[in-house]
């Protein structure tokens, strides 16, 4: 049963206001006892290594106690069937003097029930109240303006008909995404819950809110499991600066400070990128057979002892016959290690040899310094440079790059004569300092070095727009999350890199996670009905597999127009509540800032703070703007291989109107 929610009784919104002021109190309190504990913490610890620790606890603490004004403390409260227990629900946990709950945590066991009760299932809630506030001005307070009320118990439930739920779900954005923790959805409310040993990936149509389940789920997981997290490390991985500067703000409005954001460029750094790739060469080294070729080229290297080794303590001279050293090399060979540790193997076993000699003849085991000494005399650093040679990523892919023969050995099978032609430096640089490095080769680089050693990991890791991941950039981040878990975030149709995902299953085997649970997201709440309609009319010709994407807004506005005139259609935008975005094929960037400007309309590059921002249309996917112009649809596409797909992201970004505007015409599914 569906019906409207009760009329806020002015002696309730006064009580709620009365609870508000002293959650504040008490949060203030929180943080004060918190700085009280940082500038006393060297009197009550016992020693300096645990006082350094309690302060650098302290300060974190402090930090997640900030209370701003303009966040509402609490968003929600339940009022549970026996009508004596009554919870706030917030952003955040606050608790009064003698530890008693004045707000708590969106994440608590309680506060699911806020998410996932029903007039169907009530879960013993009784009450469901949503509480509506006034957008607060810059540096501003916000009011508790008004409440609603679902009466559970009685059958009463107003889900998505809710006016305060509407309101802040169509609520305009200027600046950095927001959370969503006061609309969460059931769905996503599973999805943000799911168990820390789960890796996720959701499949999420434009205005689905994907991206903030990845976060929420970030959040959740680290609340409860703060002290193992904090430990092995939690990791946002974005497609670009602009993007991950947009979502920045969330994760600190809940509270969590130690969350790191990256690039998938920033975290693969082994190489200074001089230069680009052509289209094969790219098209080659971010292929999975790369990694094939990378094993076999390192692998390739290990040559068995040629002859016998001598060494001398400077007292007596041990002998290791070649047939012994052959089986170490074999041995160490067959249990697979990576490849620096296989080398640090050979050598202590030689050394081990050296040792039961030596304790042989004296009688005695020898100290120490003279294992270690063995390990670095002439003839075991050159028994381990000629069968098991040190070798760095950079000398790898350089010797692969210059030496026909040797790429042709590794990639024999792999690769054709063409591609491997494409990888070849035409002039071989002067040293590996100047050498011409691509980003893709600092994915390969990356690759080898998971081969020469483990490489640290995260205990979980969100990836958004990981739709456009190469297979290699997906083994970088299996080997990051090797004893992890991921929460992989896209949309198939907004793939635009070359090697961009067809199927889910294909990239989560690149992630090491071929289980991992598929789960789609094709109801939009963000994105108005009329420009979804419009963006669904490319589905067809972009060779995915996707349902199309529905919208529950029956607002917003859609207008396509024969014209050129950016200027009057980023005015008109302007004149209406919320921010605005001119997205333009990257070419058109120059001309349409200077147009804008000349017009005295101050706009934005992107990363700016203002209210019209002009957006290259290869660096909007992940954003949003209440109001979006998009200008020339056809350049857009004829911009890239995969233009259609760029502007299938260029459309979706407006959550209140879309302008198109063209003087060419328009690609042939939107044509009708």
Not at 276 to 283: H, I, K, R, S, V
């Amino acid at each position: 049963m569906t019906t409207h929610a009760r009329v806020t009784p002015t002696d309730d919104i006064s009580a709620e206001r009365d609870h508000l002021t002293t959650s504040r109190a008490a949060l203030k309190a929180m943080r004060e006892r918190a700085e009280h504990l940082f500038t006393t913490g060297d009197q009550v610890a016992g020693d300096a290594y645990t006082a350094e620790q309690l302060g650098r606890q302290m300060a974190q603490r402090i930090k997640e106690l900030s209370d701003d004004p303009a966040v509402p403390l609490f968003f929600g409260k339940l009022t549970m069937s026996d009508l004596d227990e009554r919870w706030h629900i917030g952003r955040r946990h606050v608790t009064d003097a003698v530890g008693e709950p004045l707000v708590l945590d969106w994440r608590a066991p309680m506060s699911r029930r806020f998410y996932q009760a029903s007039a169907r299932d009530p879960q013993d809630v009784a009450v469901r109240r949503r509480f509506g506030w006034s957008p607060a001005a810059p540096g501003g307070t916000t009011v508790l303006t008004s409440f609603e009320d679902e009466r559970l118990d009685a059958g009463e439930e107003l889900g998505t008909g809710s006016a305060i739920l509407t309101a802040e779900i169509e609520r305009p954005r200027v600046g950095p995404m927001r959370d969503i923790v006061a609309t969460i959805q059931p769905e996503q409310d599973e999805l943000v819950r799911a168990e820390l040993e789960d890796t996720i990936c959701v499949q999420g149509a434009p205005g689905t809110g994907k991206t903030a389940v990845g976060l929420h789920r970030a959040a959740y997981l680290v609340y409860l499991h703060r002290e193992r997290l904090r430990r092995a490390g939690v990791m946002i991985i974005g497609p670009n600066r602009s993007f991950l500067h947009y979502i920045s703000a969330v994760l600190p409005a809940l509270g969590e400070l130690e969350v790191e954001q990256t690039t998938v460029a920033e975290l693969l750094d082994q190489l200074p990128v001089r230069a680009e790739d052509g289209a094969a060469a790219a098209a080659v080294k971010h292929d999975p057979r790369m990694a094939q070729v990378l094993h076999r080229a390192l692998w390739s290297r290990i040559a068995r002892p040629a002859g016998p080794i001598t060494v001398s303590d400077g007292s007596y001279r041990w002998r290791v016959d070649e047939g012994v050293l052959r089986r170490v090399v074999d041995e160490v060979r067959r249990e697979q290690p990576p490849y620096a540790l296989g080398r640090e193997r050979v050598r202590a076993r030689v050394v081990g040899l050296l040792q039961r000699q030596s304790e042989a003849r004296r009688g005695d085991s020898p100290p120490d310094s003279w294992l270690r000494k063995m390990g670095k005399v002439k003839a075991v650093v050159e028994l381990l440079d000629h069968c098991w040679p040190a070798v760095t990523p950079q000398q790898l892919l350089a010797d692969l790059y210059t030496d026909a023969e040797r790429l042709r050995e590794a990639a024999d099978g792999l690769l054709d004569e063409a591609e491997r032609e494409s990888l070849r430096w035409v002039k071989p640089p002067r040293s590996l300092r100047t050498a011409p490095w691509t980003a893709a080769d600092a994915v390969l680089a990356d690759e080898i070095a998971g081969l020469l050693d483990r490489q640290p990991g995260f205990g979980h890791i969100v990836i958004d727009e990981a739709q456009d991941l190469s297979p290699m950039q997906a083994r970088a981040l299996a080997r990051r999350s090797a004893h992890g878990s991921l929460t992989v975030l896209g949309d198939l149709a907004q793939g635009t890199t070359p090697w961009a995902a067809r199927d889910w299953r294909d990239m989560l085997g690149h992630l090491g996670r071929p289980d991992g649970r598929i789960v789609p997201l094709s109801t939009g709440f963000r994105v108005p009905e009329a420009v979804v309609a419009l963006a669904n009319r490319l589905l067809p010709a972009l060779d995915v597999a996707v349902p199309p994407a529905r919208s529950l807004r029956r607002d917003g506005s859609l207008e396509v127009t024969e014209s050129a005139d950016v200027v009057t259609a980023a005015r008109a935008a302007l004149e209406r509540e919320g921010s605005v975005g001119v997205i333009a094929a990257d070419a058109a960037v120059p001309a349409v800032l200077a147009a804008l400007r000349e017009a005295g309309l101050d706009p934005s590059e992107l990363d700016g703070d203002g209210r019209l921002t002009v957006v290259p249309a290869t660096m909007v996917k992940g954003l949003e703007y209440d109001h979006v112009v998009v200008l020339e649809p056809a350049a857009i596409v004829a911009a890239e291989p995969r233009g259609l797909h760029r502007l299938y992201v260029a459309l979706t970004r407006a959550v209140t109107s879309l302008i198109v505007l063209h003087t060419d015409p328009l690609p042939e599914p939107l044509r009708s």
